[in-house]
């Protein structure tokens, strides 16, 4: 009966607020790792990312005005990752907060005596368990193709991490996914990495990645989505597990759309 309610809400978001063919287009144009979907996916986006806009909150702060298009700019984005899985991946919060561009966050830590610090940083994007999305408008728009970087994709797995208590690398995964491969790979990889970060060794994805395993599978997911073949070439074990996770292949699509 719950599930029956559900259908019938989001046919209702579907057929009540649609969005409009030409800020849709024009999302898209500007995202060129979507190019490759089929019309089915692409079908299945625009659905999602509709549902995405009804039920959350797009906000800007500093005296941002967020516009219909930035609003899909950041829906299509974050619901690309559950292209494959449903909404209800995102359903425990409400909120994205926009910010002009990069924010302070004062970040609170205790040391190994029991004293309690606190550090200023700057941002670009911040996740919250169970609270808001915080992203740098400056950040979303000027998205970084070559580098593969996208704060959007980045604070939407953290969301996705989140699932099962704070972000760790380790989101809940299906149950046709083994636990202890995912662990094995997902090691293995970050212990490379961070040994080529160390060594000063130019690598695959922003050398950030190296700062914990949490951002180890974020910024994993910002390549994997914009430069797959970064990631299969170099860790193809890792590769098979985010496509098993994400329910997607990337690389496979890029291909296609580079052949046609």
Same mark, same amino acid.
């Given at each position: 009966?719950?599930?029956?309610?559900?259908?019938?809400?989001?046919?209702?978001?579907?057929?009540?607020? +649609?969005?409009?063919?030409?800020?849709?287009?024009?999302?898209?144009?500007?995202? +060129?790792?979507?190019?490759?979907?089929?019309?089915?996916?692409?079908?299945?986006?625009?659905?999602?990312?509709?549902?995405?806009?009804?039920?959350?909150?797009?906000?800007?702060?500093?005296?941002?005005?967020?516009?219909?298009?930035?609003?899909?700019?950041?829906?299509?984005?974050?619901?690309?990752?559950?292209?494959?899985?449903? +909404?209800?991946?995102?359903?425990?919060?409400?909120?994205?907060?926009?910010?002009?561009?990069?924010?302070?966050?004062?970040?609170?830590?205790?040391?190994?005596?029991?004293?309690?610090?606190?550090?200023?940083?700057?941002?670009?994007?911040?996740?919250?368990?169970?609270?808001?999305?915080?992203?740098?408008?400056?950040?979303?728009?000027?998205?970084?193709?070559?580098?593969?970087?996208?704060?959007?994709?980045?604070?939407?797995?953290?969301?996705?991490?989140?699932?099962?208590?704070?972000?760790?690398?380790?989101?809940?995964?299906?149950?046709?996914?083994?636990?202890?491969?995912?662990?094995?790979?997902?090691?293995?990889?970050?212990?490379?990495?961070?040994?080529?970060?160390?060594?000063?060794?130019?690598?695959?994805?922003?050398?950030?990645?190296?700062?914990?395993?949490?951002?180890?599978?974020?910024?994993?997911?910002?390549?994997?989505?914009?430069?797959?073949?970064?990631?299969?070439?170099?860790?193809?074990?890792?590769?098979?597990?985010?496509?098993?996770?994400?329910?997607?292949?990337?690389?496979?699509?890029?291909?296609?759309?580079?052949?046609?």
């Amino acid at each position: 009966m719950i599930w029956y309610l559900e259908k019938w809400r989001r046919r209702w978001i579907l057929g009540r607020k +649609p969005i409009r063919e030409s800020v849709w287009q024009s999302a898209v144009d500007q995202l +060129p790792f979507l190019h490759g979907l089929t019309q089915d996916e692409f079908r299945q986006l625009r659905e999602w990312t509709s549902i995405f806009l009804h039920d959350k909150k797009i906000n800007g702060v500093q005296g941002l005005v967020v516009t219909e298009a930035m609003r899909v700019m950041i829906a299509v984005q974050a619901c690309l990752l559950i292209l494959k899985l449903d +909404p209800e991946y995102y359903d425990d919060w409400v909120e994205v907060i926009v910010y002009p561009g990069k924010f302070i966050l004062d970040h609170a830590y205790t040391d190994e005596t029991g004293i309690v610090h606190t550090r200023r940083m700057v941002a670009s994007g911040e996740s919250w368990q169970a609270g808001p999305v915080i992203l740098s408008w400056e950040d979303v728009v000027h998205v970084h193709h070559e580098s593969g970087y996208n704060v959007v994709i980045h604070e939407f797995a953290h969301k996705l991490d989140m699932l099962n208590g704070s972000a760790n690398g380790y989101p809940p995964l299906h149950s046709d996914m083994d636990p202890r491969i995912w662990a094995v790979v997902f090691s293995r990889a970050y212990e490379i990495f961070c040994r080529q970060v160390e060594r000063g060794e130019v690598t695959i994805m922003d050398p950030y990645a190296a700062e914990d395993p949490a951002e180890f599978f974020a910024v994993s997911s910002e390549v994997f989505f914009t430069r797959p073949y970064r990631i299969k070439q170099y860790f193809p074990e890792m590769y098979q597990q985010l496509a098993r996770y994400y329910r997607q292949d990337p690389a496979a699509r890029q291909e296609c759309e580079t052949d046609s």
